[in-house]
């Protein structure tokens, strides 16, 4: 740990800009008369390094500065740079009008190349006073649960010797759950979650994996997880089931399991799919409630965190996402439409996008900065504008039948935190022999694009995609 004070002071200028001032005292006069500024806040931030050799970006010679920024809401009100030579010296930053919100990011840079990366988002500083941020390299985390009884694997995203973007497995052996069916990173980046089965017990499990020395720790479920969803920027994950009615809530920093429930009484649950809002502490889920019944129940059901509400649907859900901007489900209906409905009322379709072809949706994601909907078919990958218009349909490889690939499913998506903040898909395998990541990039044009390793391997679907500090989507 290397740690650096920062004093916090200062008021907004005629223009809007932040500039820092001297010090005064905690609530003292100004000598102009202005009004007195605001208590004194001293911020320490801690540089967490990796503990492991091979993941240490001073290896590279890589972390030559980090950068301080001060936010109001998403607005970056005030940035200071930081070298690596002052650490430990008073760095003034401005002071904000409102809230108590503030965003410390840390990054390292070895040429034209950024290596290291940190961020720990929503701090209050009012509360806390110590903040810490993980230096590493930009690693990029996935699993594979079609190869053997499932893999956990890292790709180190900008190694020194390769060109932007390339890409490289690195070589170490990490310890995976067996079937996994969920891979999450927190947000300040110092851990992934897994889950899976464990292998020693055959029980409902999560694995923890320090992104420090990549070592592990299993916490076992009183259940059998389906999938994870991360909550306030990975702080917490909630953990759904593959059966029975109980949900967890764990925490990765105290590896605290809480089991909460949904009001669905007996029967079991079958959690389809899972969206976070833009928010980060709301969750949508589609599940199916089976009672024995010839007509398994279907559901919408959403967490704030603290307590669900369940809204009944007719239609089956292949998948779902929120739009952008948090007022709207996207629902991928199994009939191959797409459906779009309020969040204040998931009975009311605001629009439905019909599907040439018929073929059966088997998930979707949205673009986070596009009005785009990507529906992953189990023949084919179509790209609708939100409005309504078709903008891209993956073409069929009569050799397979029916095609599932690569070209045709897309698994999960996030957004990577460095400019320029590419959004990048986890992929299915085809079940053929190709040799890649199963990674593509959703850029501007419509049809997503490849992403190769530089040293490839077999290594099934990327069926849960973790590149650190990223926006999952």
């Known amino acids: 740990m290397v740690a650096v004070a920062v004093v916090a002071v200062g008021a907004p200028s005629a223009c809007g800009r932040f500039e820092a001032e001297p010090a005064q005292p905690d609530g003292g006069a100004r000598?102009?008369?202005?009004?007195?500024?605001?208590?004194?806040?001293?911020?320490?931030?801690?540089?967490?390094?990796?503990?492991?050799?091979?993941?240490?970006?001073?290896?590279?010679?890589a972390?030559?500065?980090?950068?301080?920024?001060?936010?109001?809401?998403?607005?970056?009100?005030?940035?200071?740079?930081v070298p690596v030579t002052d650490l430990g010296k008073p760095v003034d930053l401005g002071e904000r009008v409102t809230g108590s919100r503030v965003r410390v990011t840390a990054s390292g840079v070895f040429g034209n190349r950024l290596v290291a990366y940190g961020e720990r988002a929503d701090f209050d500083v009012t509360t806390v006073t110590t903040v810490p941020v993980a230096v590493r390299r930009r690693l990029l985390y996935f699993t594979s649960n079609d190869r053997g009884d499932g893999q956990l694997r890292v790709v180190d995203m900008a190694p020194s010797d390769l060109a932007e973007p390339g890409?490289?497995?690195?070589?170490?052996?990490?310890?995976?759950?067996?079937?996994?069916?969920?891979?999450?990173?927190?947000?300040?980046?110092?851990?992934?979650?897994?889950?899976?089965?464990?292998?020693a017990t055959n029980k409902g499990a999560l694995e923890v994996l320090s992104t420090s020395d990549h070592a592990t720790d299993v916490v076992l479920l009183g259940f059998k997880p389906a999938l994870l969803v991360p909550l306030d920027g990975g702080r917490r994950v909630l953990v759904a089931p593959s059966a029975g009615t109980a949900f967890a809530v764990f925490e990765p920093d105290t590896r605290a399991v809480r089991e909460v429930y949904a009001s669905f009484q007996g029967g079991n649950l079958s959690v389809l799919d899972a969206a976070v809002h833009p928010d980060r502490r709301h969750v949508a889920m589609a599940v199916v409630h089976d009672l024995g019944t010839a007509s398994p129940a279907r559901h919408v059901v959403q967490y704030d965190g603290v307590a669900f509400t369940t809204t009944r649907v007719s239609d089956a859900i292949a998948g779902l996402r929120y739009t952008r901007d948090g007022a709207s489900l996207v629902l991928a209906l199994v009939s191959g439409a797409v459906s779009i409905r309020p969040v204040a009322d998931l009975t009311a379709e605001a629009r439905r996008i019909s599907s040439p072809g018929g073929d059966q949706?088997?998930?979707?994601?949205?673009?986070?900065?596009?009005?785009?909907?990507?529906?992953?078919?189990?023949?084919?990958?179509?790209?609708?504008?939100l409005a309504g218009p078709m903008?891209?349909?993956?073409?069929?490889?009569?050799?397979?039948?029916?095609?599932?690939?690569?070209?045709?499913?897309?698994?999960?998506m996030a957004r990577l935190p460095y400019p320029p903040r590419l959004v990048l898909a986890g992929q299915s395998d085809s079940g053929n022999d190709w040799q890649q990541t199963r990674l593509v990039e959703i850029g501007d044009a419509s049809e997503p694009r490849k992403v190769e390793l530089s040293a490839p391997s077999d290594v099934g679907s990327a069926s849960s995609i973790v590149p650190l500090f990223a926006e999952p989507l």
């Not at 007195?36 to 801690?46: E, F, I």
């Not at 970056?76 to 740079?81: R, Y």
């Not at 070589?171 to 069916?181: E, F, G, H, I, K």
């Not at 349909?393 to 499913?409: H, K």
């Open 63 to 81: 972390l030559t500065r980090f950068d301080l920024e001060l936010f109001d809401g998403d607005r970056s009100v005030a940035t200071i740079t």
């Open 391 to 412: 903008l891209y349909e993956s073409p069929r490889d009569a050799a397979q039948d029916p095609v599932t690939g690569p070209e045709f499913q897309l698994t999960s």
């Open 167 to 199: 890409t490289r497995e690195l070589p170490v052996s990490l310890p995976t759950l067996r079937a996994p069916t969920g891979l999450v990173g927190t947000g300040d980046g110092r851990w992934v979650v897994q889950s899976g089965v464990d292998r």
């Open 361 to 385: 949706a088997v998930g979707l994601h949205v673009h986070p900065t596009l009005p785009r909907v990507y529906v992953s078919g189990k023949q084919r990958l179509r790209v609708f504008d």
């Open 31 to 61: 000598a102009d008369g202005a009004a007195p500024l605001p208590a004194l806040r001293r911020l320490s931030v801690q540089l967490d390094w990796p503990t492991s050799t091979a993941l240490d970006p001073r290896s590279l010679g």
